[in-house]
């Protein structure tokens, strides 16, 4: 199975900053016949389900600010939200649909400062 | 805009069979290009993918629990199961039934039902 190890486990970030969240595969989840990484991000509110923020690693879901935005190929990939906001409180996972054994990241914890 | 929502007992007794129905609205089932899955995430942890299913038939289940786990599809009824059998403690979790697209992200959500394994 495909191993996504995220970090931080947890971080606290001021408003109006930059909040940056990795996620790194034990294996590439990049498809060479069509060269799209097969890595999405969620978010997870407390008593809510999760919800798809971007995926293809770097395409945001419809109706989804800007301020968040996904990066990176391979192996390794990054979430970043910039001016954070209050309401982006919240538990972020990763996922890989490489393997149809689907996989998701251990989560990271994002506060205010 | 399409809706899933989770339907079951929230109590089962150690060594028997958790039933778990997710009814989609406002979209059909029966899409030829979108998988329907189970994901739980027991409390305070991660998010862990069950089984995943088409409404063609073909089922896809994650190794760790293959053997005590099924997934179903009725798309006469817009609905799709989930059986897991010989429940243990560590089974307990809330349990979500989410949309896949093709196979890849989970697109939609359904709320999520607690299930809780106790005697």
């Known amino acids: 199975d495909i191993v996504l190890t995220q970090s931080p486990d947890s971080l606290a970030v001021s408003l109006g900053e930059r909040a940056t969240i990795n996620c790194k595969s034990s294996?590439?989840?990049?498809?060479?016949?069509?060269?799209?990484?097969?890595l999405a991000w969620y978010q997870q509110k407390p008593g809510q389900p999760p919800k798809l923020l971007i995926y293809?690693?770097?395409t945001r879901e419809s109706g989804v600010p800007d301020r968040f935005s996904g990066s990176g190929s391979g192996t390794d990939f990054t979430l970043t939200i910039s001016n954070l906001q209050a309401e982006d409180v919240a538990v972020y996972y990763c996922?890989?649909?490489?393997?149809?054994?689907?996989?998701f990241g251990q989560g990271t914890k994002l506060e205010i400062k | 805009q399409l809706q899933l929502q989770e339907s079951g007992p929230g109590l089962v007794k150690p060594s028997e069979t958790l039933s778990l129905t997710c009814s989609v609205s406002g979209g059909s089932i029966s899409s030829s290009n979108h998988y329907w899955g189970w994901i739980r995430q027991p409390p305070g942890k991660g998010l862990e993918w069950i089984a995943t299913?088409?409404?063609?038939?073909?089922?896809y289940y994650n190794p760790s629990l293959r053997g005590r786990v099924t997934i179903s599809v009725d798309s006469s009824k817009g609905q799709f199961s989930l059986q897991v059998t010989s429940v243990a403690a560590a089974d307990t979790a809330t349990y979500y039934c989410?949309?896949?697209?093709?196979?890849?992200?989970?697109?939609?959500w359904g709320q999520g039902t607690l299930v809780t394994i106790s005697s």
């Open positions: 294996q590439s989840v990049l498809y060479s016949s069509n060269n799209r990484n097969y």
């Open positions: 299913i088409h409404y063609g038939g073909n089922t």
């Open positions: 996922q890989q649909y490489y393997d149809t054994f689907y996989t």
């Open positions: 293809r690693a770097s």
């Open positions: 989410a949309r896949h697209l093709g196979r890849q992200w989970f697109d939609y």
